[in-house]
């Protein structure tokens, strides 16, 4: 994050369309150079999947602190995501996820994690903005994907915006939990068809975050088998 007090500064010199333009520029070469820098391949699937532009919201599942990195590299750059509020004493990482979009919240206040969510709703509705966010809440070790919990699905059901379901695999090599250092690795992920929002229309959270774990979940066991792999080659 070395680099992000020069970013902010550029952003905040700048408006409009090319305030929008420096933002996607920046953080989308950011991204991919974590890959490429350290010499990783990065598969991408389904590429045609990702919409032209917002709202939406990225549903994925979490394997290594660079999945934030890969959906910005590869899917949208100004996606924005929700953080614990602690992120926020790092050295303009606040700033940063604000910029982006995102929000910082106390995770011990429900108060403060329902005002996120009406705040990044009103981004989405008002200013086409794209969220991301992994419903297992922590990142996976042991490759399988986790229940997503129904809390995570409330910036969904009250938004009623399309959903863009992403499988990630590799990530884990690259950037293993509890390592700083950033290691080659073959990325893969699948951009899978938007959920369009009249597709869950009434569900409660939890018939939706069971829905979503297990298209996910089912995706990723296709990825890592090889089918989705041969099948994108035919």
Request: charged share 30%; proline share 4%; glycine share 10%.
């Amino acid at each position: 994050m070395a680099y992000a007090p020069f970013f902010v500064r550029g952003v905040l010199k700048r408006s409009g369309e090319e305030r929008e333009n420096y933002i996607k520029l920046h953080v989308g070469r950011w991204g991919r150079r974590s890959f490429s820098l350290p010499g990783s391949d990065v598969h991408v699937l389904g590429l045609e999947n990702r919409p032209q532009r917002g709202p939406y919201i990225i549903v994925a599942n979490h394997r290594s602190m660079l999945d934030i990195t890969l959906i910005q590299g590869y899917v949208n750059a100004h996606a924005g995501f929700i953080a614990k509020k602690e992120l926020g004493r790092f050295f303009t990482v606040g700033q940063f996820l604000k910029i982006l979009g995102g929000e910082l919240i106390d995770r011990e206040n429900p108060r403060d994690a329902v005002m996120a969510i009406d705040n990044m709703i009103k981004k989405m509705k008002e200013e086409e903005q794209v969220i991301a966010i992994f419903p297992e809440g922590t990142r996976s070790t042991d490759g399988q994907v986790h229940e997503f919990k129904v809390g995570s699905m409330k910036i969904i059901t009250k938004a009623k915006i399309p959903i863009l379901p992403i499988a990630i695999s590799g990530t884990e090599k690259s950037m293993p939990k509890g390592s700083m250092y950033i290691k080659k690795a073959d990325i893969y992920f699948s951009i899978m068809p938007v959920v369009k929002a009249e597709t869950f229309d009434g569900w409660d959270s939890k018939t939706l975050a069971d829905f979503l774990r297990n298209m996910i979940a089912d995706e990723l066991k296709k990825l890592e088998g090889g089918e989705l792999i041969e099948r994108s080659k035919g």
